[in-house]
């Protein structure tokens, strides 16, 4: 396994912006689908988004309009740009990609194997 290793949290009052990096040195344009989840206290992990490797997203219907994923396969990057911050938004981030050959993309947590040790996102209303 190479590790993901996520950047870019930090504290903003709501309505605020923050963007999230993800470098995945280890993962090329050949790794299918690449995702952000997030965890706050005594809550399941969840989907944010994810993106293929053709460009294709989907979002998390708490996130949709606010969110923006996106990768940089040349740079080995995973990016998650966060507008419009809300209280609710507050949780553990974390950056995640699906086993090599799986040609697979979802929000379920279940299908990625490989995970970066998370950043904190804090909103404070």
């Known amino acids: 396994e190479v590790p993901l290793v996520e950047s870019g949290g930090g504290s903003v009052q709501a309505g605020g912006s923050l963007r999230l990096s993800c470098a995945a040195s280890?993962?090329?344009?050949?790794?299918?689908?690449m995702g952000w989840f997030r965890q706050a206290p005594g809550k399941e992990r969840e989907g944010v988004a994810y993106?293929?490797?053709?460009?294709?997203?989907r979002y998390g219907d708490s996130v949709k309009g606010r969110f923006t994923i996106s990768r940089d396969n040349a740079k080995s990057i995973l990016s998650l740009q966060m507008n419009s911050l809300k209280a609710e938004d507050t949780a553990m981030y974390y950056c995640?990609?699906?086993?090599?050959?799986?040609?697979?993309?979802?929000?379920?947590?279940?299908?990625?194997?490989?995970w970066g040790q998370g950043t904190q996102v804090t909103v404070s209303s």
């Open positions: 995640a990609a699906v086993p090599p050959r799986t040609q697979l993309c979802t929000l379920r947590a279940g299908d990625y194997r490989d």
């Open positions: 993106i293929t490797t053709y460009g294709t997203t």
């Open positions: 280890g993962y090329t344009a050949s790794t299918y689908c």
